[in-house]
């Protein structure tokens, strides 16, 4: 009888992701047939299978012949990530867990924007009819898409954040929506928004008594991370600037189908917000898995506008994915970076490897009212894998997160 606890055993328990059909749907949400339904579902079982079963045989293959290797032909240990990673190309076992990665980064495009695409005069009217003439949504024609996002197409998404392919359109937003799972494979919940309520729970816990009136997130698409916000304080006004005028719709359609009414959308660079948005006006400045899409430049204003928007008092929160530290394995570091160099994403690299705390500092923030935390993705565990008990790794994918931030 097959050894249940054997990697890879048939008698093993399933520890894929739920059912994509346990996902929640709301006004907007796109209609999925049956296949494309298990399309997502392989997709996401796949990405589950290659960061549980694939990557502990890369590892092992960087210990027993890629770093041996390298230090019998240069006399020295690999001495960074970026050596680490060039030596890996010539490993079979890297080369094959990327490629499939690749892939299903690729197929996971192909199958959110068909399931769009092919419905997307309907979506259109849909989010028309709950947005047409609400002045929580503030659209900007005229304005122009910095280079460092027009120029990518990010984590393989055609078009990216802003494209429009029709007057009023949502296409690359229904697209973002739904076909996410893919990648997350549930681990941010039911809508998509672990990773809020994560922020909600860590603002509550380690910050007791703050009671915002205005909330502001830069970078936040169609709410996902934002909406637990509007919904735990629901005296305050949240305002979500963003780019992507198919993304802003989108959100406000799926606010309003959802019941969260304290919110608004605003098409802007967060880089310069000077005209929209006073000195000071904000108690809480909010971002969730958005700095590593920004330039250096485009970082540094940003954190700056953050600076200049914040009330006395008020606190500046960033989540990401944990920076390149002295102690984070190399092996690691690399596999971090595959996201810079073979999923769109050029800024990851060079954002996760910043000195943050200086940033902050060069931002006008005080050094010692300088904030960090951890946080892990809050789902409904009944349907949902719990990320903080789930010690697999995936390296970029994990709903776990380090906090930075601030009080002004």
Known sequence: MADPKRPNSPTADYDGPPDYRVIGRHGVFPQTSHDEIERINFLAQMNRHLAA???????????????????????????????ARKAMLGDQAFCTWSALRRMTMEQRQQAGRWTAIR????????????THGDDRLTLNPDLAIPRYVSAVDHHCMPGSYHTEYAPGDVTNGANYDHAGFVTTGGLLGKYSDGG?????????KNVPDFAPRRILEFGGT??????????????AELTIVDLGAPMLRYGLARAKSL????????????????????????????????????STRALRNIFGESRRLLRPGGIVLHVEQPQYAPDMPLFEQAMRDW???????????RMHEMDLDAEMVRAGFE??????????????????????????????????????????
Request: glycine share 10%.
């Open 53 to 83: 079963r694939v990557v502990p045989g890369v590892k092992a293959a960087y210990k027993a012949r890629v770093a041996p290797a390298f230090a019998a032909a240069h006399g020295r240990p690999i001495g960074n990530r970026h050596e």
């Open 119 to 130: 419905q997307r005069e309907g979506l259109n009217a849909r989010a028309s009819a709950l």
């Open 196 to 204: 809020g309520h994560a922020v909600v729970q860590w603002v509550k």
């Open 222 to 235: 169609v709410g996902h991370s934002s909406l637990p916000l509007a919904q735990a304080f629901p005296e």
């Open 259 to 294: 019941g969260v009414n304290n919110v608004r959308f605003v098409q802007a660079s967060a880089e310069d917000l000077t005209g929209l948005f006073e000195d000071g006006s904000f108690d809480w400045v909010q971002t969730t898995m958005f700095l590593h899409e920004l």
């Open 339 to 349: 996201d810079a160099f073979y999923n769109n994403e050029p800024f990851w690299s």
């Open 367 to 408: 050094r010692d009212r300088i904030i960090h935390g951890g946080v892990y993705g809050v789902v409904d565990r009944e349907l949902f894998p719990d990320a903080a008990q789930d010690d697999t790794e995936d390296y970029g994918r994990k709903a776990a997160w380090h906090v930075i931030g601030a009080v002004a």
